[in-house]
């Protein structure tokens, strides 16, 4: 029997005046799994991530997370990494990542003292460990690459413990062989932290190789007279089949059905 969703959208739908951007929008989200959302540009991919963050609240719907309506508000339920590095130039690396718990235990001062201190330094230094920056506590992010900065904001959205990291376009800016390095420590951060991922991503290779589903948004009706009177909702929602990694996928799975897009989703 499968898990209950973790994360539930019912008839969803955007609207800004009288343009729709998302329209009857249903999906379930298993706890676990890596979603990977796909489409061309003014798609309403990130308009999809922004709602499920909080940013944004749909104009119709619901939506759920664990069976309850989602808090407008972004609580550490949910984390989020995008492309452009939101990382504050003026703190350490140390800095930047122990700021989330400072805020979250002292949101009124954001300073810890003493045991509580030591204890957040402790497990902020941990997890810089395990994205590979243990070695760069005292640098400040005008120091790091752009890949080096990348780690930082994952590690400082992974130190709160959300339980859906969302990822929006997180690696479009970086080098090929640097975004194969983050691939790698993603699909690890997924499986050791037990993560669920929704992540945006024009690159239809990403989307399969770290995805263990890939969910297409586009437009179903088209009226050339007046684009904005239709919509996006997920036209190719396919899932991969994957055990425990999300690069090992079977092909039968991946061409369940043809995949047209246009060129500014490749």
């Not at 492309?83 to 954001?110: D, I, R, W």
């Not at 690459?145 to 859906?164: T, V, W, Y």
């Not at 263990?212 to 997920?234: E, I, M, N, Q, Y």
Request: negative net charge.
């Amino acid at each position: 029997m499968p898990a209950n969703p973790i994360l539930s959208l019912q008839n969803v739908w955007v609207e800004y005046g009288d343009k729709i951007v998302l329209e009857k929008v249903d999906l379930d989200i298993q706890p676990g799994s890596f979603v990977s959302i796909i489409g061309p540009s003014g798609a309403g991919k990130s308009s999809l991530l922004r709602i499920i963050l909080g940013q944004e609240r749909p104009t119709r719907g619901r939506i759920e997370l664990d069976g309850a309506p989602l808090s407008p508000e972004c609580g550490p339920d949910r984390g989020v990494v995008f492309q452009k590095y939101s990382v504050f130039p003026h703190l350490t690396v140390l800095g930047n990542t122990m700021f989330g718990l400072e805020c979250a235990q002292a949101p009124l001062t954001a300073r810890l003292f003493g045991s509580a201190r030591r204890a957040a330094r402790a497990e902020a230094i941990a997890m810089l460990q395990a994205v590979g920056l243990g070695d760069t506590l005292d640098q400040y992010p005008a120091q790091l690459s752009g890949g080096m900065q990348q780690r930082l904001a994952i590690a400082q959205a992974l130190i709160k413990r959300p339980r859906i990291l969302l990822l929006d376009e997180p690696f479009g800016a970086l080098d090929p062989g640097i975004r194969a390095d983050m691939h790698a420590l993603i699909r690890t951060l997924w499986r050791d932290y037990a993560l669920t991922i929704v992540m945006v991503t024009h690159d239809l290779r990403e989307a399969f190789t770290l995805g263990t589903r890939v969910l297409a948004l586009d437009k179903r009706r088209h009226d050339p007279h007046a684009p904005h009177r239709f919509g996006a909702t997920a036209v190719y929602d396919l899932i991969l089949d994957k055990k425990s990694d999300p690069e090992e996928a079977e092909p039968k799975a991946i061409l369940s059905e043809e995949i047209t897009l246009s060129q500014e989703s490749a």
